[in-house]
Each structure stands twice: as C-alpha cells, then as structure tokens.
C-alpha cells in the first residue's frame, strides 16, 4: 500500500513539475489535407533512384523522403557534373515550399502548387539568397507519368538575364 501511495504522489508530482509544453502533445485529430499537403504526398510517391537524361546528359537521381516524413532529399549526380545539387521540398503551413542548393552558389526558394488534374507539381520563385552572378533557377516542374516514369522541366535564368528551359525524362530504377 505504501508503494502505491508513494507511486501515486510521484506521478501527481510530474503533472505539476513539468510545464505544458515539455509533456506528451495530444495526438491530433485528422482533419482534411490542405493543397499543399496534397502536393506533398504526391512528391513523396517519387521517392527512390531514377535514371535520366538532361540535355543529351545522362544523370542520376535520388529522391528520399527523411526527416521522418517531414522533408523529401532530391540529389541529382552525373559523371558530367563537377558536383552534385540537392533541393529540399517541405511543407511549411499552408505552403509547399522547395529550398533548391545550387552548385552555383546560390538557394533559390520556391513555392509549390499541385496541378488541378493531380499530375504535376509546379514551383516558382519566391525568392534566393546567395549569388546569381552565374545564373539561377527560377521554375521547376514535376510530371507524374506513371509509378516508374516522371519528367522535369526548369527554367534558369543565366547571366546576362538569358533564359534558358531545361527538359528531363526520368525513369525508375528502384
């Protein structure tokens, strides 16, 4: 009887010592998903390694979904390219926003908005840090065409204001 007190009172203790915000949050209740939210998950069903070509280049690229579910990796690699870029897409409130690290040196940032037939997600820029002395990217688009097949298309501006539009065709290989 003596442990149960003392077990009982230990427990009382933690709901008075520990703030609200340092216990276990209330799971939530789902609710509808917001558009970005929906574009989210439609991103995510790309994730794995898909072979490629990109201006007659043939590219590599891992899509993973980390940061439990929270983010989505895409890295592009090619035995033609001196290093290899990463975007980063998340959901940011009511947004879907894509942070893209350039090998140019510069992080264009991006918002999202899924296509009203559901095949395609569209980014365009919001805004970038870093320098756009060697171009910039300021639109990507992702296709879906079937489970083992998307297309990507983005839009650089180069320097001198040139803009350029870059098609891919992707298929997977795992």
């Not at 203790?13 to 558009?35: H, I, L, N, W, Y």
Request: charged content about 20%; hydrophobic content about 35%; proline content about 6%.
């Amino acid at each position: 009887m003596r442990t149960l007190t003392i077990l009982i009172i230990l427990i009382a203790a933690t709901t008075v010592v520990f703030p609200q915000e340092m216990r276990m949050p209330m799971p939530k209740t789902a609710g509808p998903q917001s558009d970005a939210q929906k574009a989210f998950e439609k991103l995510k069903t790309l994730a794995g390694s898909w072979q490629g070509s990109v201006m007659g280049m043939s590219v590599q690229t891992t899509i993973r979904v980390t940061s439990r579910g929270n983010a989505i990796l895409h890295e592009v690699t090619s035995s033609g390219m001196p290093d290899n870029p990463i975007t980063m897409i998340y959901v940011d409130g009511d947004r879907l926003l894509l942070t893209h690290y350039c090998d140019s040196g510069n992080r264009p940032r991006m918002e999202g908005k899924l296509s009203p037939d559901g095949n395609s997600v569209e980014f365009n820029l919001v805004d970038i840090t870093g320098s756009t002395q060697r171009g910039f990217m300021n639109r990507i688009v992702f296709t879906f065409v079937d489970a083992n097949h998307h297309n990507g298309e983005s839009t650089w501006t180069l320097p001198g204001n040139k803009p350029m539009s870059v098609q891919a065709v992707f298929q997977r290989t795992k």
